[in-house]
């Protein structure tokens, strides 16, 4: 059989659900042949990055006891996590998350800003007030829910003051093992993406928020709701309609939590 015609064959019987096959010598050999060939190749492509890239491990393993002691062994990690270093485009001071590391509804925003980079404490600026406004109408508080960025550097830009700009799916990138850790660790029952970064980051889906939202996403096994980012909102002061969106979301997100919805929040942005 000729190894194009073995290979088909064996897909097909895969693709029926088959999971053993007896083949002959012949087909042994050729398929020894074939693995031999392909890990020949992966080695090739696994060959060592250039100083200036790092390479990143997919998984960073937390160390300690408790949910505290895992997630600050993580924020040490990061403090001087080359991979984002090395790309040169984000400032070193790293901002990793707060609240309550064994909540059941993690919030993932974009990265920290001025007011933020200062603190050393994600969600602290004017959008970080619209959060706990949010927060607050949910009745929960900040430190009963846990906050993080899907980036942990504020983006740099050219003699930057106060101005903060959206990090790049590269930058992302280099703290995705973080928020994943961030995730094995806490075990939220519901993550929220505030915004179209945290969605792309997470989920690697590059599209407006608007057709994001509404539904139930997965991320690590793990119901994840997209929703307009807390400065979104700020920026549409008269946005009545964006306000009910976003309450929308988080009224769905309660349910799921199994929280209380009272008639009044039901209510609250109906016209
Ligand atoms: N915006 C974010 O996405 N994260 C912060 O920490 C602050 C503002």
Redesign the pocket.
Known sequence: MATATLLDYLKQLENQGVTHVEIDDHARSVLRELYTRGSARRTAKTTPKSPQQPSQPDAIIARGHTAAEKIASLAAIAETWQPARALGSLRDTM?FSTGNPEADFML??????F??EQKG?????P??EK?NQILKAMGLARDKVY?S???KFRPATRNQTTN?RKPSPEEMATSLPFVKAEIDVVKPRVIVA??G??AQGLLGLEKPVGQLRECWHQFQGIPLRVTY???YLLRQEDGLGEKRKVWEDMLAIMEKLGLPVSEKQRGFFKK
Do not use: D, R, Y
Not at 108 to 113: C, L, R, S, T
Not at 121 to 125: A, I, S
């Open positions: 901002v993932v925003g974009e990265a920290p800003g007011q933020e404490e994600p969600f602290v600026g959008a970080g959060l906050i960025n899907v980036c903060n505030l915004g970064s945290a980012h807390p400065s």
